[in-house]
């Protein structure tokens, strides 16, 4: 649970500084493009996690099982913002591929620590 901490309060802070740089007017963008994949990723670290630790020979499987609602996820989450909540595009989609890949590296150097014992 200290890594989702530390995942969140990452994307909360450089979040605050990338509205600081672009503004008010495009700042909720941003957040917005932070905020489905911050959601995501610490789902899937806690299922990963908590997977690992009880029944390890699991993980595939949960890991194939979160990948397919990810992809749902993701297509409707941001079809929802562009359509629907009508969030300006080019803030959020610079945002949310930015939280998109930083958030995944994370959660792979965090699934590196975990398997080899750390």
């Known amino acids: 649970m200290k890594s989702v901490a ?3 309060a990452a994307s909360l802070v450089s979040a605050a500084m990338a509205v600081a740089i672009v503004g008010r007017q495009a700042g909720s963008d941003v957040l917005l493009g932070m905020l489905g994949p911050l959601a995501a990723a610490t789902v899937s670290w806690v299922l990963t996690e908590r997977t690992y630790r009880r ?3 699991r993980l595939t499987a949960m890991m194939a099982t ?3 609602v990810k992809m749902v996820f993701f297509g409707a989450y941001v079809a929802v913002m562009l359509k629907v ?4 595009p080019v803030p ?3 945002s ?3 939280y998109f890949i930083a958030l995944y590296l994370t959660e792979a150097l965090l ?4 398997f080899a014992g750390g």
């Open 6 to 8: 530390w995942m969140a």
């Open 55 to 57: 029944r390890p020979e």
């Open 66 to 68: 979160a990948f397919f």
């Open 85 to 88: 909540v009508g969030v300006h």
């Open 92 to 94: 959020f989609i610079a």
């Open 96 to 98: 949310f591929t930015s």
């Open 111 to 114: 699934m590196r620590r975990l």
